[in-house]
């Protein structure tokens, strides 16, 4: 059974730095993709960067280019997002997710991600 567990959200000011982990189990995790996604009250669930599973290629939302970093730890089986310089905006659940599929790019609409953790809150006060 697949499982991601997202940890490390919070209550941060405006500039703040804040790191996002999140813990897969149940599968070959070096072999997958990964993605964090994040929705706001009220709004669609948005990508914000993924990781290729082969050759760590990354791809970034642009409101979050420059300002946040993903990076996976094979041997851990987990995958990190850290952001900086925080903005109030950038306010929402935060969920990372599975893509188990081959595919020659890294995906960024929800609907090609199979797997999803629960989800971490992340505030970013003014």
């Known amino acids: 059974q697949v499982q991601l567990v997202e940890s490390g959200g919070g209550l941060v000011q405006a500039g703040d730095s804040l790191r996002l982990s999140c813990a897969a189990s149940?599968?070959?995790?070096?072999?997958?993709?990964m993605g964090w996604f994040r929705q706001a009250p009220g709004k669609e669930r948005e990508f914000v960067v993924g990781i290729r599973w082969n050759n760590g290629r990354t791809a970034y939302a642009g409101s979050v280019k420059g300002r946040f970093t993903i990076s996976r730890d094979n041997a851990k089986t987990a995958v990190y997002l850290q952001m900086g310089s925080l903005k109030p905006e950038d306010t929402a659940v935060y969920y990372c997710?599975?893509?188990?599929?081959?595919?020659?790019?890294?995906?960024?609409?929800?609907?090609?991600?199979?797997?999803w953790g629960q989800g971490t809150q992340v505030t970013v006060s003014s």
């Open positions: 997710a599975l893509d188990s599929r081959i595919r020659r790019d890294l995906a960024s609409r929800s609907s090609e991600y199979d797997y």
């Open positions: 149940g599968l070959t995790f070096s072999q997958f993709d």
